[in-house]
Every structure is written in C-alpha cells, then in structure tokens.
C-alpha cells in the first residue's frame, strides 16, 4: 500500500501561484501524477513524473505554467503552480503507482490521496 497526503490547497488570485506538496508513505512507488476534478465532470490528468524525476509529462491546458518535482529523500511530489487561472479552480489529487508508466488516465495508478482544494479568483 501507498498512503498519499496532499497539502498547499487554498484560495489565490488570478495570476498567483501555489504548491501542492504530496507526502508519500509505505511501499515503494515508480510513477507520480497529479489530477483535478471540479463537480460533475471527470477527473483531469494535470501532470506526471518519472521515479527519479528525469521525465515529466504536463497536460497543455498546465504546459509552461505548472512544475511537477519530487524528492524521494523525503517522500514527496510537488505540483508548483504559476500564473494560476480561474479555471484552473478544482480539487487536486496526487496518483501514484509502482509501474514505470506515465499514464494520463486514472485507471493506471493504483494509489490516490485524499485531494486538496484550490481556488483562484478573478
């Protein structure tokens, strides 16, 4: 098992930025991702990364905008979030899986956080 914490949600003005820390425990795991969902509409692949963070993959509606990072000495993936948009506004979910496959679908990974709330105003 994975357990998958996420932290950094909040409420931001347009053109700010956060970071989403994503705090890992148990069983080794190979790839990262983060997602978002905002209300009835389908999870959203975001970004992702490789184990030792040499290949990163980013969504084009994030590409530019948004970092993904992690740092396996601490356990834990980062989403940082530049000029943010107002429809950028959802819950952010941190995926992980112990395949070394960069999946842009949730059905890839195996182990989910409990997601964090970010908003952005206009």
Same mark, same amino acid.
């Given at each position: 098992?994975?357990?998958?914490?996420?932290?950094?949600?909040?409420?931001?003005?347009?053109?700010?930025?956060?970071?989403?820390?994503?705090?890992?425990?148990?069983?080794?795991?190979?790839? =990262?991702?983060?997602?978002?969902?905002?209300?009835? *509409?389908?999870?959203?692949?975001?970004? =992702?990364?490789? *184990?030792?963070?040499?290949?990163?993959?980013?969504? %084009?509606?994030? *590409?530019?905008?948004?970092?993904?990072?992690? %740092? !396996?000495? *601490? !356990?834990?993936?980062?989403? $940082?979030? !530049?000029?943010?948009?107002?429809?950028?506004?959802? #819950?952010?979910?941190?995926?992980? %899986? #112990?395949?070394?496959?960069?999946? #842009?679908?949730? $059905?890839?990974? %195996?182990?989910?956080?409990?997601?964090?709330?970010?908003? #952005?105003?206009?």
């Amino acid at each position: 098992q994975v357990l998958l914490v996420e932290s950094g949600g909040g409420l931001v003005q347009t053109g700010g930025s956060l970071r989403l820390s994503c705090a890992a425990s148990g069983r080794t795991f190979r790839t =990262a991702a983060w997602f978002r969902q905002i209300p009835g *509409k389908e999870r959203e692949f975001v970004a =992702a990364i490789s *184990k030792n963070g040499g290949y990163t993959y980013y969504a %084009d509606s994030v *590409k530019g905008r948004f970092t993904i990072s992690r %740092d !396996n000495a *601490k !356990n834990t993936v980062y989403l $940082q979030m !530049n000029s943010l948009k107002p429809e950028d506004t959802a #819950v952010y979910y941190c995926a992980a %899986d #112990v395949a070394p496959i960069m999946a #842009v679908t949730t $059905q890839q990974y %195996d182990y989910w956080g409990q997601g964090t709330q970010v908003t #952005v105003s206009s």
